[in-house]
């Protein structure tokens, strides 16, 4: 397993410096889908001058970007490409070790099934490359290599969070969550994954999930107070690098409040930029609610399944962020081999691909025709943000649907009858 | 007797008297092309002492002027208290004298040009029937060259690179890019196309280079240009011959020989700092022998060989990998120096500070105090000298690291970012415009799409950007009248005038109409709708796998069958 994993990096790393020192990386830096206001490095160089003149960086309306950032650019600012690259290598081993970890809960199930349904168990043996899968999916993904190309600070962030599926796997309560706060730190939404985290330790530790249960209220005091201490530490500490508070407004104000229209690949833009005045705000309130508001019913569905959990809750954040890059639709579809055994219950699986292939394509194509050639105007951009989020969401549900239906086979047999003994067919009711 | 006495007495006078101003003329300033000697000139260059204290004289040809002072004071050498610079001429001329220096030039542009030059001067006649057999300073391959082919004046040049002109100004030593050789041979040479092939060939096993290419194809014979630049009649331009070779590449095998011709080689003076690895890395580089016949004195009564090497090279700034506009011996040629040549006579360092006269522009380190003055190339330029032959130079490291650092007049800066809807960008900027420059100001730029009710009416218009505004001083070339109630026409008072010298004056640059991304005016219910069926989307699909389980279809009764369940159901019987 290194060699392959040492020569996959050995390609990653090659491709990236390659685009790094040729006349792309320039032209990638700009395109609107890989980069968003937040995220765009082009806006970390300008708070970096900004604070070198001595003005506050967030006294313009440009650098949106967290205090930590700022001070670790600060010293690192020369060797950007090398960070990028870290990170991304650092994601990639932690995603390794993920799935390592991944393997050993299939193997605890194994007894409990019966017997028809085996089949749909994976061996060790099936489960032996899929590291190797996810690493490959991460690392030769254009998305990715388009993102750390850009120098966007997504890489970073999804950085923090393959540390923190990492130390959640591993069973570390304390550094899950500090990661888990890091990653909040820098973009809101990634606190719905809390709720995963908690399930995955109390499970592990085996604390049932019962309300009534004194234990399972401790647990979850406990996580809560770790986490929103690091938290604490962490803005504090931003007040105290800079020493205002003006980044409250400029970094979550931004993220919450979406003042910047600039087109992305979400559904935020185009939306907001049509509203009447009149109903904007509540119309911000429905769609940032929409973000947070599946993490309880998602956690009371998959108790029993954290790591499909973390699955659904990242993909959802990927799909309703207000500023979303492909970075970030990167880093959900780099766990798709994980799941690789539920290939067979896939129903839309050919028609998404073909979809979000044709979207990646038409983006740049419509982009140019709307912008530089004129001929074209918002619509069509728009458009193919509304089949790109579709197709999205068509895959996150089909991935959700064959995952229920797998357990329903494990647990009722996997050739199901009818009572006339003829073959039956499934249905949602 | 007293007549005598008297006659005696008034000579030692007169000797005496012109001894005296002969040792001022040595301490006062020399330039270049001034000829010495006469009673009424030592009265002007005492004159031009008094305008420019604590400036050393400069010589370019050394010997001159000591064979000058001996020419005055010949009657009497041993009555007058010689300073020591004024050698009697009991003492025997040295035969042959090398001198070196290194002039650098700071460039506009942030480069920097640095010329060595070493000069090698022999007092001897290789047109003589007994061959010269002892050689010292001047090299034994280019003596035994000039005597058997009978060379008058001989020049060759290897360069990497083009001069550019118009950004670095002239050199000191110009030369085509490829190599260059121009001969002028004696008169006594029967078949100069002969000898030029043979000496073509010797030369390039001298200096490693290919200049055995040198044919008739590529050889012409001037006959206007090319006049032999040392002494001698201008014969026949039959007797010149000029080459080049334009594909000539210039290495380390051209440097290494070209270096061994020197009496130190490169191993003490200026020459360590001829390095390869750093002069082959500048933007232009060049390096040369020129040999001439030169006179020894104003009469010309005697005359001299005269060999100069000479390396001409521009640094680049922004090749070199600095952000920094610094420049230092170490970081062009990775040596500094640590001792002078032992056979030189003199070795020096000038920096040219012309444009620098009170330090403003870039600061030298170690500071220097000597300072000189020459007139080159139709220009006064001014230079500060490191003198290597003295010990002080070297400070107490016992070296000398030269550092020419650029001050960064980076001037005031005033930002004020925007903030969307509520302020404007202000940017303000105080800076000092080089002469004979362009200055550029460069903004970067993101479009961005505004809420459908902030376009003005016809949004394809664009929107405009107000003009730049420049306020400056100009200097004034006639003086300004500062008495602004005096009475004077209302055009030339309106804006005040402060100072004499120079006006106020403020310039508007065009506006700018910048075209933004508009969306679709026409579409805002479209939008909503379709947004908020994606999210739908979404939403439903999520609702149903999380709220449906599932379960085996059973298949759907016939209309009949449905309706007896019905009744069934009614009566409260189980259905079918």
């Known amino acids: 397993m290194a060699a392959p994993l040492t020569l996959l990096l050995i390609v990653a790393v090659t491709i990236r410096a390659a685009l790094f020192r040729s006349s792309l990386a320039e032209l990638i830096a700009e395109r609107v889908e890989v980069v968003s206001p937040i995220t765009a490095w082009k806006r970390v160089v300008e708070g970096l001058a900004l604070l070198d003149l001595g003005v506050s960086p967030y006294s313009g309306d440009v650098f949106h970007e967290t205090p930590l950032i700022i001070y670790m650019f600060h010293f690192l600012v020369d060797y950007a490409e090398i960070t990028f690259m870290v990170s ?41 490359y899929i590291p190797l899968k996810v690493a490959m999916f991460y690392l030769l993904n254009p998305f990715t290599i388009l993102s750390c190309v850009a120098k966007s600070t997504c890489g970073l962030n999804n950085a923090v969070l393959a540390l923190f599926f990492l ?163 990167a880093l959900y579809l780099a766990f798709l081999p994980v799941w690789s055994h539920l290939h067979r219950f896939l129903r839309n699986i050919f028609l998404v691909s073909c979809v979000l292939l044709a979207c990646s394509v038409l983006f740049p194509v419509l982009w140019h025709l709307w912008i530089y050639a004129g001929s074209a105007n918002s619509n069509f951009y728009y458009a193919i943000t509304l089949l790109f989020n579709v197709a999205q969401i068509l895959l996150v549900s089909d991935y959700f649907y064959a995952f229920l239906r797998r357990e329903h086979h494990l647990t009722n047999g996997l050739y199901l009858k009818r009572k006339d003994g003829s073959e039956a067919t499934l249905i949602l009711k | ?169 002239q050199p000191f030593i110009p030369s085509p890019p490829g190599a260059e050789l121009w001969v002028w041979f004696q008169d006594s040479v029967t078949d100069v196309d002969a000898t030029w092939k043979e000496l073509t060939n010797v030369l390039s096993g001298i200096f490693c280079a290919s200049l055995n290419f040198i044919d008739s194809t590529n050889t012409v014979q001037p006959s206007a240009s090319f006049k032999p630049l040392g002494i001698g009649n201008v014969t026949d331009h039959s007797f010149l011959r000029y080459a080049t070779l334009p594909r000539e590449i210039v290495c380390t095998e051209n440097l290494t020989p070209w270096k061994k011709l020197l009496p130190c080689g490169s191993k003490a003076g200026l020459a360590v700092l001829l390095k390869s690895e750093k002069l082959f890395h500048s933007s232009f580089h060049s390096q040369a022998v020129h040999i001439r016949s030169v006179c020894q004195d104003w009469q010309c009564k005697t005359t001299s060989w005269e060999l100069r090497q000479t390396v001409n090279s521009v640094f680049d700034l922004h090749n070199s990998g600095q952000a920094k506009r610094e420049w230092s011996l170490f970081k062009m040629f990775s040596r500094t120096l640590t001792e002078a040549c032992p056979l030189a006579s003199s070795s020096k360092l000038y920096i040219d500070i012309t444009d620098n006269p009170q330090g403003e522009q870039f600061e030298l380190s170690p500071a220097t105090s000597l300072l000189s003055q020459a ?202």
């Open chain 1, 88 to 128: 991304l290598n650092k994601n990639i081993i932690l995603k390794h070790f993920v799935v390592e970890f991944r393997k050993q809960k299939f193997a605890l199930e194994a007894d409990r099934y019966p017997m028809d349904s085996l089949e749909l168990i994976r061996s060790p043996k099936e489960m032996y």
């Open chain 1, 167 to 329: 130390s959640t796997i591993k069973g570390n309560v304390l550094l899950s969550a500090i990661f888990l706060c890091l990653a909040t730190y820098q973009s809101i939404y990634p606190i719905t994954l809390c709720a995963p985290a908690m399930l995955y330790f109390m499970q592990r530790q085996y604390i049932p999930v019962n309300f009534r249960r004194v234990s399972f209220w401790w647990f979850i005091v406990q996580y809560l107070f770790m986490y929103l201490g690091s938290l604490f530490v962490l803005i504090c500490l931003s007040f105290f690098l800079l020493g205002s508070w003006d980044y409250l407004p400029s970094v979550y104000g931004f993220i919450l409040s979406v003042p910047d229209l600039t087109p992305n690949i979400g559904l935020f833009w185009y939306f907001f930029a049509e509203m009447f005045e009149h109903f904007r705000l509540f119309f911000l309130c429905v769609f940032q609610i929409n973000v947070f508001f599946y993490t309880i019913p998602l956690s009371i569905k998959l108790k029993e399944h954290p790591v499909f959990l973390m699955f659904m809750q990242l993909a959802v954040i990927s799909i309703f962020k207000s500023y979303p890059t492909v970075g970030d639709v």
């Open chain 2, 1 to 169: 007797m007293a007549a005598h006495r008297c006659s005696c007495s008034s000579w030692l006078f007169i000797l005496f008297s012109l001894s005296v101003f002969v040792v001022a003329d040595i301490h006062e300033t020399t330039p270049v092309n001034d000829h010495h000697g006469g009673a009424d000139h030592n009265a002007q260059t005492a004159e031009q002492t008094a305008d420019q204290p604590a400036v050393e004289g400069r010589r370019w040809e050394a010997t001159e002027v000591k064979e000058a002072a001996t020419v005055d004071a010949a009657a009497d050498t041993q009555g007058t208290s010689a300073p020591e610079t004024v050698v009697p001429s009991s003492v025997p001329q040295p035969k042959d004298d090398f001198q070196e220096e290194l002039v650098i030039r700071p460039l506009h542009s942030g480069d920097i040009y640095a010329s060595f030059q070493f000069r090698t001067l022999w007092d001897t006649d290789f047109m003589r029937e007994n061959k010269v057999s002892h050689y010292r300073l001047f090299p034994k391959s280019l003596g035994q060259v000039i005597s058997k082919f009978s060379v008058r004046e001989l020049h060759i040049s290897f360069t990497q690179g083009y001069w550019r002109t118009m950004q670095w100004g």
């Open chain 2, 375 to 576: 007139v080159v190339l139709g220009d006064r330029r001014t230079f500060s000298v490191y003198d290597l032959t003295q010990e002080t130079t070297f400070g107490s490291v016992r070296s000398l690291n030269l550092l020419i650092r650029w001050k960064s007049n980076e001037g005031y800066i005033h930002y004020e970012p925007s903030k969307d809807r509520v302020k404007p960008h202000l940017l303000e900027m105080l800076i000092q415009l080089p002469p004979n420059s362009v200055t550029e100001v460069t903004v970067q730029f993101e479009r961005a799409l505004l809420k459908w009710t902030e376009y003005p009416p016809d949004p394809n218009h664009g929107f405009y950007v107000g003009s730049s505004v420049i306020s400056s001083l100009v200097p004034s070339t006639v003086a300004m009248d500062t008495n602004s109630t005096r009475e004077r026409p209302l055009f030339s008072s309106f804006f005040p005038c402060k100072e004499e010298s120079s006006y106020f004056v403020r310039i508007y640059t065009e506006p700018l109409l910048v075209n933004l991304p508009t969306p679709d005016f026409s579409m805002p219910y479209n939008v909503i709708c379709l947004t908020c069926t994606v999210v739908a989307v979404g939403y439903g699909s999520l609702y149903n796998l999380l709220t449906r389980s599932f379960q085996i279809e059973e298949p759907n009764p016939g209309l009949a069958k449905r309706i007896a369940n019905v009744i069934r159901k009614m009566r409260g019987v189980p259905p079918l």
